[in-house]
Each structure stands twice: as C-alpha cells, then as structure tokens.
C-alpha cells in the first residue's frame, strides 16, 4: 500500500517547483535538500520518485523548458489577428523568462547534463513545427514557408535571453515581423 505523500505525488507540480528551485538557486547551489524544501516532498519521497539530483535536474528543466514554450505560443497565438501588437510585446513577454532559459542554457552547455538534456529537447524541435503548423494554419500561409521564421523566432528569443540586447531583439522581430507580412500579402494575391 503506498503511503499518503505518494498517493498525492503530482509530477508536473514538483518539477515545476524543483526548476523554480534551481532557477532562484542556481545550478552549483542546489542541493537534494533545496528540491526537497522547494517541493515541500521530503528526500527519500524524492529517491522513490527520482533515482537521482540529476534525473532531477534533467526532468525540471525539460519541463521548465516546455511549459516557457507552451506559454510564448499560447501568447502568440493570442495575438495573430494583430501581428504589429505581437512583435512588439513580445520581447517584453520573453524578458519574464530570462532567469529561467538562461538556468537551461547553464545546464544545456554544463559537461554534467548538456549531452542528456539536448537529447531530451531534440522533441521540443518537433514541438517547433506543430506550433508552425497551427501558426500556418490559423495565417493562411504554407507551413514550409513559414515554419523557418518560426525557428528564427526563437533564436532571436535565445539570443535576447542570453545577451539581454532588447534593442538588437526589436530589431530581428521587426525584420520577422516584415517577412511574415509578405507572406501573409503574397497569399491574399
């Protein structure tokens, strides 16, 4: 019979507040212990549901990772009838993740965990082109021709993310901004 704490083991929720954990810690000063305080589990509740600190740290920032990305389309996605207010608000919208991609960018390059989690996020490229797909869709536009700008998108997040140059981001997104016009001009034609 398994006991209280484990009948109301809720993953998502304690990988979210293990990658809140990390992120306010960060990498080098988080300990079994600050998951355990983080997520309210005690250690060996963590043991019994994680072999290892490390699994942990691989399983919240895979999970940090995906819900950031769930949110920034789930935004724009909100905004597709008005691609000016989008591209405008969108550096914005990524500057309240920064402390959290650059926490993955640690782990993605630490010789530790780098090698395990990019082949973890190898799916959230995957993830890229579904939310391209719905993005071609809901524009009208063929998905090949867009899905690339989609991929842009988020390497001018990243690079806005790691070097914190919001002018030079305004800049890109302007540009993607332009670029998705014609596309969506071409196809009105």
Request: hydrophobic share 40%.
């Amino acid at each position: 019979m398994k006991q209280a704490s484990e009948r109301k083991f809720d993953r998502n929720e304690v990988l979210r507040k293990c990658f809140d954990c990390l992120v306010s810690n960060g990498l080098e000063n988080t300990s079994i212990r600050s998951f355990s305080t983080a997520s309210g589990l005690n250690s060996s509740s963590l043991y019994y549901w994680f072999h290892n600190k490390d699994e942990i740290v691989l399983a919240a920032t895979l999970h940090g990772l995906k819900t950031i990305i769930d949110d920034l389309f789930t935004q724009a996605y909100g905004y597709l009838n008005d691609l000016d207010t989008l591209f405008a608000h969108f550096p914005r919208v990524i500057a309240t993740y920064t402390d959290h991609l650059r926490l993955a960018y640690q782990v993605l390059v630490s010789p530790q965990y780098g090698a395990q989690l990019k082949a973890a996020t190898a799916e959230l490229s995957s993830a890229y082109d579904s939310y391209g797909k719905v993005l071609a869709d809901r524009l009208n536009c063929n998905y090949d021709t867009l899905c690339p700008f989609v991929h842009l998108f988020i390497s001018v997040a990243t690079n806005y993310v790691l070097w914190g140059d919001e002018v030079e981001a305004i800049k890109q997104y302007k540009e993607l901004h332009r670029e998705i016009n014609m596309i969506i001009l071409s196809k009105q034609q």
